[in-house]
């Protein structure tokens, strides 16, 4: 029973949270990085064969080892990279931007070891012609002579970036370098028919490399317009289907998206309209008046810089003011709200990351409708400042953690080469268990505003239960931090403030399911503990009791508690004496003959009935056994098997306990009517009683009455005209079933006689 128990908890949860070339990317794939790999090849000696031998073909064994360098069919291998290693044709312009960048890194650096050459300004331009269709990305970075074209453009799988980092070995300076794989160059030919590359180096001649498909490729002299200095011009003459790439918009878009934190500017030739105003030439001047005027519209191109937002999480913490926080809060992830804490912070060793977290201060509006909506993206991945994806979430966070935003900056995360995969690895863990550590933090110090803190649990507390469920490395941390409603007032409480006001006599942490707060604390089974001076925690939603019911044991300084539903058999209910053990004791034997006679009545819609010693001023209470369900998680599981269209399977046999105060007036009563008779005949009224009693009890304990009907008859029969009235209408009630029945059964149904009597049944002929 205890381990369906927890099946069905889990099953409640479910259902209430619903070989290569240029400089490119970055972050770690492992596996080969080049299409050019050697491999040795040991043959070895093998016997004589004769002419019918089916060996007799084969190649004469060598006795030496010889070694063979691996084939490929280059435009075939080309085909693959272009159009199966990116899945989503927008990369390439990440890809070439990156590239660009890289490119002026190289150069700032060259001019950072070269004090005679002066300064450096590096800028990206990118310019869209739809008459022509091309799209040209321009930077004034290293450039290329004829000899890297051939090697970093025509040899695949070579990294022209990579190798300057190596040969910079550790260099901070070259940290910045964004590409590795030498790869992303032929992201090109996704959305491009031809790639022209003109590129200048420093001191050398400007020259121009040309491909078509991707099959082959021309370097030549070029003599178009002249690159100042050094830098490289990449033109894309695009497809007939790539031309929504000449749109403004859309490059905007996608500059914004992937490459907004690009340390150098990324400047767009944009048409811009400004004003003038002149002298209307068509207007009739008064003489002594000044003449009329008019406002004419001037079209200009200017160079506008599109990556105006600063990447604050490459900043010192100290160095950001909560003001920046905010307005990179919002920019980034579309907000419109201020986050009501954030952590900024960075891992250095094995491992290297800059990260930052903020935590919403109102549910995002993705999260209003499905507190685990797809629709959410929690975190965004970046790779030196450029963005790679923010489908990463629930590697990087736990999804009890989704409701935060944030993003990382890692170059040690183990992505495949087009960065769209994100791999499992020592690597993952860490960073991961890394961010849920500060994200604990960061809800430690928000609980230290009391304001802000009621706030955040409305706001996110069923995320922190859902993490009590389902993480169990921080299970114990979370219980410090998680609230519920109790009965001590409107204030909520958490695990450790409650035992913290325990009386010394109470040795369990008690918690009450209910619909709601009134109807929870209404309950009759929390009468003794009421009198105590215990107080009672409300799970009021499926996470509540699920989280709470998980709990197991509540552990404080030395000190273990059960955590246990105050609605279940096995609670303790405090300390008895002597006196009210003796009392219990005739009270069991002396309501005997009602206990069984309850029994009897109510058959299996009850486990068992009992004498109670919880309740002080109510007559009865429906309590659970010990593995039972509560009746709001039936009522749950009933709902989600309808809403399934499946039976409600899981509720058969889910029987609870009658528990009857022997001190209640009601009890006394019907203890007079079951032993009227001197056959031992119960009171013709007793039956009508048992049904109410059972049923005031389902009402007060929170379940749901099978038969509504039957219960408002059996009260206004009491009403109109006491037992009487009831005896009769339980007389009724019992021909009327005899009669159904006989009629299914083919048996004929004498009427009642006049003092009650059971009526007879005669067999139809």
């Not at 900043?315 to 920046?324: G, I, Q």
């Not at 087009?418 to 863990?429: A, D, I, P």
Request: hydrophobic share 40%.
């Amino acid at each position: 029973m205890r381990t369906f128990s927890l099946l069905v908890s889990a099953a409640c949860l479910a259902a209430a949270v619903s070989g290569f070339v240029p400089s490119s990317r970055p972050p770690t794939a492992s596996g080969s990085r080049s299409a050019s790999s050697s491999a040795a090849t040991a043959t070895p000696a093998s016997p004589k064969r004769t002419s019918g031998d089916i060996f007799a073909q084969a190649e004469a064994p060598t006795a030496e080892k010889t070694e063979y360098e691996f084939e490929a069919e280059v435009s075939k291998v080309m085909d693959i990279i272009i159009n199966s290693l990116y899945s989503d044709k927008d990369i390439f312009l990440r890809e070439l931007v990156s590239n660009a960048s890289d490119a002026c890194d190289k150069k700032r650096f060259i001019k950072l070891t070269d004090e005679a050459s002066g300064g450096f300004s590096g800028r990206i331009r990118i310019i869209g012609d739809k008459k022509s269709n091309t799209l040209t990305i321009e930077d004034n970075g290293v450039g290329m002579t004829r000899k890297e074209l051939q090697t970093n453009l025509g040899q695949i799988g070579m990294s022209g970036t990579k190798k300057f980092t190596e040969a910079l070995g550790q260099s901070k300076d070259a940290s910045n370098l964004i590409g590795k794989f030498g790869v992303g160059f032929y992201s090109a030919f996704l959305v491009a028919d031809r790639v022209t590359v003109v590129t200048r180096a420093e001191g050398e001649p400007q020259l121009r490399w040309e491909s078509e498909s991707a099959n082959k490729y021309t370097i030549s002299p070029d003599d178009s317009a002249p690159i100042e200095g050094s830098g490289t011009r990449l033109i894309l003459s695009l497809k007939e289907d790539a031309d929504k790439y000449l749109d403004d918009y859309t490059l905007r878009s996608m500059l914004k998206r992937y490459s907004e934190f690009i340390s150098f500017p990324i400047e767009m030739w944009a048409e811009k309209t400004e004003y003038d105003t002149v002298p209307d030439p068509d207007a009739e001047v008064k003489e002594g008046e000044t003449p009329p005027t008019k406002t004419v519209p001037r079209t200009t191109n200017v160079w506008e810089t599109v990556n105006l937002a600063k990447p604050l999480w490459m900043r010192d913490p100290k160095d950001v003011t909560d003001a920046e926080y905010a307005e990179f809060y919002k920019t980034t992830f579309k907000a419109y709200d201020t986050p009501a804490a954030q952590a900024h912070f960075s891992l250095e060793g094995q491992v290297e990351f800059k990260a930052m977290l903020f935590c919403p201060s109102s549910v995002p509006w993705e999260l209003s409708q499905d507190m685990f909506s797809d629709k959410n993206k929690p975190m965004k991945l970046f790779v030196k400042r450029v963005f790679i994806s923010d489908n990463f979430e629930s590697e990087l966070l736990p999804r009890w953690l989704s409701f935060l935003k944030g993003m990382v900056d890692s170059e040690d995360l183990p992505l495949n080469v087009s960065r769209e995969l994100l791999q499992k690895s020592r690597t993952l863990s860490i960073i991961s268990k890394r961010l849920v550590r500060k994200a604990m933090d960061m809800f430690k110090d928000l609980a230290k505003d009391e304001a802000k803190w009621v706030k955040f649990q409305s706001n996110f507390g069923r995320y922190l239960k859902v993490g009590v469920i389902e993480d169990t490395e921080n299970k114990e941390k979370l219980l410090d931090l998680v609230t519920f409603s109790s009965t001590l007032g409107d204030k909520v409480t958490s695990l450790p403030d409650y035992v913290s006001r325990m009386p010394e006599a109470q040795t369990q942490i008690y918690y009450l399911s209910g619909a709601s707060k009134a109807a929870a604390s209404s309950s009759p089974v929390l009468e003794r503990l009421k009198k105590k001076g215990f107080e009672v925690l409300f799970a009021l939603d499926q996470i509540d009791e699920i989280a709470l019911q998980g709990v197991g044991k509540f552990k404080v300084k030395d000190k273990e508690y059960d955590v246990i539903d105050a609605a279940k058999e096995n609670v303790d209910l405090g300390e008895v004496s002597e006196e009210e053990k003796a009392e219990a004791k005739q009270a069991k034997e002396s309501l005997k003959p009602v206990t069984d006679f309850l029994k009897g009545v109510l058959g299996d819609r009850v486990d068992k009935v009992e004498v109670s010693s919880r309740l002080e001023a109510s007559p009865s209470a429906l309590v659970q056994p010990q593995w039972g369900m509560s009746p709001q998680m039936q009522r749950f599981m009933r709902a989600q098997a309808a809403a399934q269209g499946t039976e409600d399977a899981m509720m058969a046999g889910m029987a609870a306990n009658l528990e009857i105060n022997p001190k209640h007036a009601v009890v006394a009563r019907l203890q007079a009517m079951v032993g009227k008779g001197g056959d031992g005949k119960a009171d013709g009224a007793a039956k009508g009683f048992a049904e109410l009693l059972y049923d005031v009890a389902a009402v007060a304990s929170g379940y749901e009455l099978t038969n509504p009907g039957a219960f408002a008859r059996r009260v206004v029969a009491l009403m109109e005209g006491g037992e009487a009235a009831l005896a009769t209408l339980e007389a009724a009630e019992e021909a009327a079933a005899a009669e159904a029945e006989a009629t299914a059964t083919g048996l004929e149904v004498e009427a009642p006689d006049e003092d009650g009597d059971t009526p007879v049944e005669t067999e139809v002929v």
